[in-house]
């Protein structure tokens, strides 16, 4: 197979692009399949809005054919080219498309660097909105305007534009995936309630059981709801931990706590684990022979050879072959005691958007009285290379009159630290997934009204970790903003072109990290 070309994840090899096979096990074939995927996209968004007839139909295959190219998502090369060819199908249909080749877009060293920059931004973005479309949708909500600008987006991808012009759609789009965030954010508290505090335990109760990974909470909700009187255990893993904070979730006493630190140490995690496993979403790594029986994929996640769950016409999924092996192997014989990177036992999450500001008149006395200094956001994703313990070190640097809140995977290189507390609030505060970044942003924009100033002069510092393409557009909704001085590692971005970042960091003043010492010696003074 001819070799490939992507940079869009931090972990890309060299720090360049992978070319040969994907660092995160996506072979060259299933790359090739997902850039024909891209393009084919790109020509149904282009026909369709050459047209003015977008369709439902056409905007859920890009919403399916985003989220399925994200890092860790998708490696069955032959699912990939059958949503490819579903994609053209549809184009065929109704519009005449246009034929787009991958390698005159994005997909070759040989592009102008900061007009492949530039684009490859703006997908990246638009992959990570995906993702949080998909999920509102599984929960029955969908916006038109985000609707659209799926369509407008990946037209505008296949046209070209000024540095310029680029960097308006990169910013208009961040609005969108505010609006897109917003609309995840009713779709989960509507369904479930808004997250309330909840201390989560590490501990594996002897007994069958089930861990579910990635974001979906519908898909949480199902097998929690045919789990019931079973008599098997949930444990969440990853991004799924702040489920524990949602009503309607925590009410079924089987959720009984979370299995394992970050995703990226799987492979050694679930090396034979006494239960099944499913992933709803990102990030899966190919699966190791000694529990690779025992991981179920469902929705956009596929490998080959692993048991797909599919949902019925009625959006139903059938989790009974997951409890059937769940009894099967019957889970420890005695509780395990499970521990997080820093030796903790139990970690809490559950600082939702709504418990925070319905705390904020606490908050506000707080730092009136002198009691909160600084409010950190240590937020993002989590990742395999070394440097990523900036971090742990970050927060444990943090003074004990500041507040370090959290969203995302990153948070377990330091949830399970003891970091104190300040008044009733524990000093680390988890907000959610990375999605729930929109709650911080509603609590930093109601901070800034609170104290008559705009967010940038609040004394609040932003450190961010990345590593897949959601974080992608929650940056460039940070930046939408107007956000400024956001330190963000562990590393620069493969796909920003010198210009581009230079263009970044004298608009928007953005750091790179250094080290904790001198990040917080910069910020705090
Ligand atoms: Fe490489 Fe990341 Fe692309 Fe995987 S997703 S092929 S690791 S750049």
């Known amino acids: 197979m001819e070799n490939m070309f992507c940079f869009q994840c931090e972990q890309t090899a060299r720090g360049t692009g992978c070319t040969a096979a994907g660092v995160c096990g996506k072979k060259a074939d299933t790359a090739h399949e997902q850039d024909v995927?891209?393009?084919?996209?790109?020509?149904?968004?282009?026909?369709?809005?050459?047209?003015?007839?977008?369709?439902e139909r056409a905007v859920d295959l890009i919403v399916d054919g985003l989220f399925t190219t994200i890092t860790n998502v998708n490696f069955d090369t032959a699912k990939v080219a059958k949503l490819a060819a579903e994609v053209k199908a549809e184009a065929e249909k109704y519009y005449s498309a246009v034929v787009l080749k991958p390698e005159d877009l994005f997909a070759s060293e040989s592009l102008n660097k900061d007009i492949r920059s530039l684009r490859s931004t703006l997908l990246f973005g638009m992959r990570g909105m995906a993702a949080y479309a998909h999920h509102a949708r599984a929960l029955g909500k969908r916006d038109a305007d985000v609707d659209a600008w799926f369509v407008k987006g990946m037209?505008?991808?296949?046209?070209?534009?000024?540095?310029?012009?680029?960097?308006?759609?990169?910013?208009?789009?961040?609005?969108?995936?505010?609006?897109?965030?917003?609309?995840?954010?009713?779709?989960?508290?509507?369904?479930?309630?808004n997250p309330v505090p909840a201390q989560v335990p590490l501990t594996i109760e002897k007994g069958p059981f089930i861990v579910i990974s990635g974001h979906d909470l519908h898909d949480l909700k199902m097998l929690l709801e045919q789990t019931d009187g079973t008599g098997v255990n949930v444990y969440t893993h990853g991004e799924m931990l702040p489920a524990h904070?949602?009503?309607?979730?925590?009410?079924?006493?089987?959720?009984?706590?979370?299995?394992?630190?970050?995703?990226q140490n799987q492979q050694k995690e679930f090396e034979g684990i006494p239960a099944p496993v499913l992933f709803t979403t990102n990030c899966l790594m190919p699966p190791k022979a000694g529990y690779a029986d025992r991981v179920y994929t469902t929705a956009v996640v596929?490998?080959?050879?692993?048991?797909?769950?599919?949902?019925?016409?009625?959006?139903?999924?059938?989790?009974?072959?997951?409890?059937?092996?769940?009894?099967?192997?019957?889970?420890?014989?005695?509780?395990?005691?499970?521990?997080?990177?820093?030796?903790?036992?139990?970690?809490?999450?559950?600082?939702?958007r709504q418990t925070?500001?319905?705390?904020?008149?606490?908050?506000?006395?707080?730092?009136?009285?002198?009691?909160?200094?600084?409010?950190?956001?240590?937020?993002?994703?989590?990742?395999?290379?070394?440097?990523?313990?900036?971090?742990?070190?970050?927060v444990k640097q943090t003074p004990k009159d500041t507040v370090v809140l959290t969203v995302a995977c990153g948070k377990f290189r330091f949830n399970d630290l003891d970091a104190g507390a300040i008044g009733p609030f524990p000093r680390i505060l988890d907000m959610g997934q990375c999605n729930d970044s929109y709650g911080a942003v509603q609590v930093a924009l109601a901070l800034a009204g609170a104290f008559n100033c705009g967010v940038n002069e609040l004394p609040?510092?932003?450190?961010?970790?990345?590593?897949?393409?959601?974080?992608?557009?929650v940056l460039l909704t940070l930046l939408s903003l107007g956000i400024k001085n956001i330190y963000i590692g562990p590393s620069a971005p493969a796909f920003f072109s010198d210009t581009v970042l230079n263009v970044l960091v004298e608009k928007f003043s953005i750091h790179l990290i250094t080290t904790p010492e001198e990040d917080l010696k910069a910020i705090l003074g």
């Open 37 to 55: 995927l891209t393009c084919e996209m790109i020509s149904l968004a282009t026909a369709a809005q050459k047209n003015n007839a977008t369709d």
């Open 155 to 193: 037209a505008e991808i296949g046209k070209e534009h000024s540095v310029d012009e680029w960097l308006g759609l990169l910013m208009e789009f961040g609005g969108v995936n505010l609006k897109c965030m917003a609309l995840l954010d009713a779709a989960n508290t509507g369904a479930y309630g």
């Open 245 to 263: 904070g949602y009503p309607e979730l925590k009410k079924h006493a089987q959720l009984k706590g979370n299995f394992g630190t970050a995703w």
């Open 302 to 352: 596929q490998y080959p050879e692993l048991t797909h769950i599919e949902a019925d016409a009625n959006g139903h999924k059938d989790f009974s072959a997951l409890i059937a092996q769940a009894k099967s192997l019957g889970g420890y014989a005695e509780d395990k005691n499970l521990t997080g990177i820093n030796g903790g036992t139990t970690v809490t999450t559950g600082y939702g």
């Open 356 to 394: 925070v500001l319905d705390n904020a008149g606490a908050i506000i006395d707080a730092v009136k009285a002198g009691a909160i200094k600084h409010f950190f956001l240590v937020g993002g994703c989590d990742g395999a290379k070394p440097g990523r313990n900036y971090y742990t070190e970050f």
């Open 460 to 473: 609040l510092s932003l450190v961010l970790s990345w590593y897949e393409q959601k974080a992608v557009c």
